[in-house]
């Protein structure tokens, strides 16, 4: 019997990879791919599966074995090169939809301070944000105001970048007293860690786990205003998933809100055919898509992501194929991408 190997992470969609794999006839083996062993470990298997983590260092390790993997053709990955490369990282998403010639909000990246401060003392405001890295809103931010982009931009372009959590106790999502108790310990730890540095020469801790500074560029985008919430497009070979996402209370972003209309009906097709063909020309095993309206009504994907929440998809009421039928069958994405993966493998 053949062997499914998957990344033993603590979250994501690991267990049920495992529990469908077995469904449909093959053996699941669960092992540690981050161990010092994993790469001897790998050869009793037929093929890998490893849900992404957003976390940079799991995120570089998974990058450097499944490149190897991918490049010697040891054996099938899921997610593959073609699907992952641009996991969370809008930056790299900016390039491959610039390339794929997939309709977007008006970006811009710069790279250098000058250009960058040329480019704000020139446009007109609001202005959106982001950061390569960041999931459900995070690091993505209205600018409002040439003083806020000008802050924004002198972070970028300063000796310690910006952090995606801030602090080495995180505050983001913190209320009441966890919130309070993080902000003084973030305090004291600054300064305990500036004497440190001061006397011994030692070098602050970075955060424990958003510990890679995002350094030496912006990314700014038009603000597409006028819509109230976003579409969710998830393909999965050759079926998309869909439902809007209602933006916050008094807030332009949607993502992370969990304000979710699973409504069929309201689904705007051109989206659905849209996630298709892109999906066909980037060469993507699995991807969800957020489409927006610019101020003609034209769709716009605003950012894709490999990893997305299961149940959101789960609790679709069905999918539609590529030719825009539609199936009355909820199902869990990841046993969509097994029964995928399983035909490749026989393939």
Same mark, same amino acid.
């Given at each position: 019997m053949k062997t499914i190997c998957v990344h033993s992470g603590q979250a994501g969609f690991h267990d049920n990879w495992i529990k469908f794999i077995k469904k449909h006839g093959y053996q699941a083996n669960r092992i540690n791919l981050l161990s010092n062993t994993a790469i001897h470990s790998i050869y009793d298997c037929s093929a890998i599966m490893w849900h992404l983590s957003m976390l940079p260092a799991k995120l570089q390790a998974a990058s450097y074995l499944l490149n190897a993997i991918e490049h010697n053709q040891t054996m099938p990955v899921f997610p593959n090169w073609k699907t992952r490369w641009h996991f969370e990282n809008k930056i790299a998403q900016y390039y491959l939809f610039g390339i794929l010639d997939i309709p977007t909000p008006k970006s811009y990246v710069f790279w250098y301070k000058n250009e960058a401060l040329n480019y704000i003392n020139s446009t007109s405001f609001p202005l959106v944000s982001k950061l390569a890295r960041g999931a459900s809103s *995070?690091?993505?931010? *209205?600018? #409002?105001?040439? #003083? /806020? &982009? +000008?802050? @924004?931009?002198?972070? &970028?372009?300063? !000796? %310690?970048? *910006?952090?995606?959590?801030?602090?080495?106790? =995180?505050? /983001? #999502? #913190?209320? !009441?007293? $966890? @919130? *309070? /108790?993080?902000?003084l310990a973030n305090i004291l730890v600054r300064f305990y860690a500036g004497f440190r540095y001061v006397f %011994? !020469? +030692?070098? =602050? =801790?970075?955060?424990r786990d958003w510990w890679m500074p995002e350094k030496n560029y912006v990314l700014f985008q038009d603000l597409l205003e006028g819509n109230m919430y976003d579409t969710r497009i998830t393909v999965i070979g050759d079926r998309a998933f869909a439902f809007r996402r209602f933006n916050r209370p008094n807030d332009f972003r949607a993502s992370g809100g969990g304000k979710i209309d699973h409504?069929? $009906?309201?689904? $705007?097709?051109?989206a659905v055919a849209m996630a298709f063909r892109i999906s066909k020309m980037g060469g993507f095993q699995s991807m969800a898509y957020d489409f927006l309206y610019d101020a003609t009504k034209t769709l716009c994907v605003s950012e894709m992501c490999f990893g997305y929440q299961n149940v959101a998809v789960h609790d679709c009421p069905g999918y539609w194929d590529s030719h825009l039928n539609w199936h009355e069958d909820s199902m869990w994405p990841e046993e969509a991408h097994v029964i995928d993966f399983i035909r490749h493998i026989e393939n």
């Open positions: *995070i690091n993505v931010e *209205i600018m #409002r105001n040439l #003083r /806020r &982009a +000008k802050q @924004k931009v002198n972070s &970028a372009f300063s !000796g %310690s970048g *910006i952090l995606s959590e801030p602090g080495y106790y =995180p505050i /983001r #999502r #913190r209320h !009441g007293s $966890d @919130k *309070i /108790r993080n902000t %011994s !020469g +030692k070098y =602050p =801790p970075l955060p409504n069929p $009906d309201e689904i $705007d097709m051109n």
